[in-house]
């Protein structure tokens, strides 16, 4: 197995050249038509910059599906290009306000064009570790979170922080792939087969 550092950065790396080159090949698929294939609306995706759509790299459309209430504090906990994170502001509204989070600063920087092109002031993009977030305690109304468990073995420090931010009665929505048997051993000894 990898140790954390390793992952961590091998994760990184790997999103980073997703939001810098979404068009390559890469061992996750990425993009606009993928996030149509996952259940995203064509009208809402066809309203959004291609900043943020065409380096789309989640699990699902968790931001359509998440309860998110006018005038709520979101939090999207690994925002990455800013999918979840504009369709959310649009949400919330102008009384409201979400805060991206992600580790990659090439996907930050997406997400801050695309939200610049969309005109969208309610919503703010910070460069943070999921293990060690950047906000007040009992601060966000409702977190969502495409697809970062996988990615991180520091997940009961990350759940640990969510329980922090997140006031009480508030709510968090997660999507996440998990497998149905464990890999082979020789599966597992491959950095790659964190994306797969």
Partial sequence: MFDAHKLREGVRDAYSAAATTPQAAHAFQVGRAFAESIGYPHDLLEALPAACTEAFAGVSNV???????????????????????LIAARRVGLNGKVVGVDFSEAMLDRACRAAAEAGVTNVEFRRADAEALPLPDRSVDVAIVNGIFNLNPARDAIFGELARVVRPGGEVFVAELILI????????????????
């Fill in 63 to 85: 931001a359509v599906y998440a309860a998110i209430p006018a005038g709520a504090i979101v939090l999207d906990l690994g925002c990455g290009a800013g999918l979840d994170s």
């Fill in 181 to 196: 048997e464990p890999l082979p051993e020789d599966e597992r000894a491959s950095l790659t087969n964190w994306f797969a």
